[in-house]
């Protein structure tokens, strides 16, 4: 396992290992879309929006049964204003039964050389899939994140553990309801190891 020696510095979102920092997937992949085209008031809202719900589904999967209500998970996700995305989490998981394998993991893929935070890691009958969760519109691009990360994550897997073999993402709504969308291209990670070229090479 190499993840141990991997570093995060939440304020300025930069990985690093041994010192080094190392490209993370989402810093490969924005730049291929047009996120630099959205006032900087409309990004900093989805940031926030996106880092409240990644945390209090989180807390969700970690607290069990009815100690969500002991723990205040909803009071939490009300004074975030992202209620509504629970609902949708708690949906999906009622819907679909998933078993959690991993949450929130952070992964450095010594293949490729870059580095990121996988959101889930669900076993649904006997597939194991790597799971994204979004709140906002979603972007071809994503298919390149999933990649990756599916592939960072059975690099990283011990040998004993079973590989992620699907890749997903989970679109959750401000009204409580949720898509779930499989990507299943098999040229995702080429596209995405040609964007982590470009990003050597713009920044080598």
């Not at 893929?109 to 669900?122: H, P």
Request: proline share 4%.
């Amino acid at each position: 396992m190499t993840t141990t020696k991997l570093q995060f510095d939440e304020e300025h979102h930069r990985y690093t290992l041994n010192g080094q920092v190392v490209p993370s997937v989402t810093s490969i992949i924005d730049p291929l879309g047009n996120m630099d085209m959205m006032p900087a008031e409309i990004m900093e809202r989805a940031r926030v929006r996106g880092t409240a719900v990644h945390m209090v589904t989180e807390f969700w999967d970690v607290v069990e049964g009815d100690k969500k209500r002991e723990f205040g998970v909803w009071d939490v996700a009300s004074e975030e204003g992202v209620e509504g995305y629970l609902g949708a989490y708690r949906e999906f998981k009622d819907t679909v039964k998933p078993e959690l394998i991993a949450s929130e993991q952070r992964l450095y893929c010594a293949t490729y050389n870059f580095a990121g935070t996988l959101d889930r890691v669900f076993k649904v009958g006997d597939d194991i899939g790597i799971y994204d969760i979004k709140t906002g519109e979603l972007s071809d691009l994503y298919r390149l994140q999933t990649a990756a990360y599916l592939f960072a994550y059975n690099e990283n897997k011990n040998p004993w553990e079973e590989p992620a073999t699907k890749r997903f993402l989970i679109q959750l709504r401000p009204n409580g309801r949720f898509s779930l969308l499989e990507h299943t291209d098999p040229r995702d990670l080429g596209a995405f190891v040609a964007a982590l070229t470009l990003h050597n090479w713009r920044n080598g």
